[in-house]
């Protein structure tokens, strides 16, 4: 009974419904005609008619903290974005991560250039785009830069969700392709989901840990290791143990945050 109602809720969420916020508005009505009673009194009182007052009502923030230091995108950006800072590389394109998130914190100190398969319209400083699929690989782009990064985007290569071609090899063909990118001795900055193997269509990928190491084996040196586990919380520089790769560091559903080294 609980999973149906967690499985219920979560299709719900999905959907754009969220229960929780509509127990906070029927929560909120009460409070929320006192507060406008209080300040249509003191409007009243001070005779003030210069601001025009409608209702637009919203109950959810009283109750909610500050804000959301948490998740798996929001540590992982901060944390690369930081090693990028330190590093200073000489050119750093990325593949697919969030604008919103790890390309606006590089952008924020540093030029960076962004490849997705799917358009970007804006024109953001510090901030160069170009649309590509990066499943097909491009001549013009071997071996021209020392810092690449691609966070949370391979999972999602080859299943069709953001516009992509079907293709059940996508992620190996994106990975290849990223690997003739960068130039001997560069660093990739790479993140992905660890856990018990499987593909959740359309959404995702799951990559085992064995599975990773092995694509990785003779390409790069994993200079650190570290992830995200299943609670949000964030492990820097793992060790690469035969337990921790056998059990997938006890993740079901975890970040896997690469920093690697071509050969």
């Not at 001070?46 to 637009?56: H, K, N, R, T, V």
């Not at 950006?77 to 998130?101: F, K, M």
């Amino acid at each position: 009974m609980n999973k149906l109602r967690k499985g219920f809720n979560f299709i719900a969420a999905y959907l754009g419904f969220r229960f929780a916020d509509l127990a906070a508005t029927f929560k909120g009505l009460g409070w929320y005609f006192r507060d406008l009673s209080s300040f249509k009194e003191a409007i009243k009182v001070s005779g003030d008619s210069e601001w025009p007052m409608q209702l637009y009502p919203i109950f959810k923030d009283k109750s909610d903290m500050s804000g959301s230091a948490r998740g798996q995108y929001f540590f992982q950006d901060l944390y690369v974005a930081n090693l990028i800072h330190g590093n200073n590389p000489l050119r750093h394109i990325d593949i697919g991560s969030r604008i919103d998130g790890f390309v606006a914190h590089v952008a924020s100190y540093r030029a960076i250039e962004v490849m997705d398969i799917r358009p970007l319209k804006d024109e953001l400083q510090n901030i160069s785009f170009l649309q590509a699929d990066l499943m097909k690989e491009d001549p013009a782009f071997f071996e021209c830069t020392d810092s690449l990064s691609c966070l949370h985007t391979i999972e999602h290569f080859g299943l069709g969700r953001y516009g992509d071609p079907i293709d059940i090899d996508g992620h190996l063909k994106g990975l290849e392709s990223m690997y003739k990118m960068i130039k001997p001795g560069g660093l990739f900055y790479f993140s992905t989901q660890i856990g018990p193997q499987k593909v959740a269509f359309n959404a995702h990928r799951i990559f085992s840990m064995q599975t990773l190491l092995n694509i990785f084996k003779d390409k790069y040196e994993v200079l650190t290791f570290s992830y995200i586990n299943d609670s949000d919380k964030l492990i820097i520089d793992a060790e690469l143990t035969e337990e921790g790769i056998r059990t997938n560091y006890g993740c079901k559903m975890g970040c896997g945050i690469f920093i690697l080294k071509k050969i």
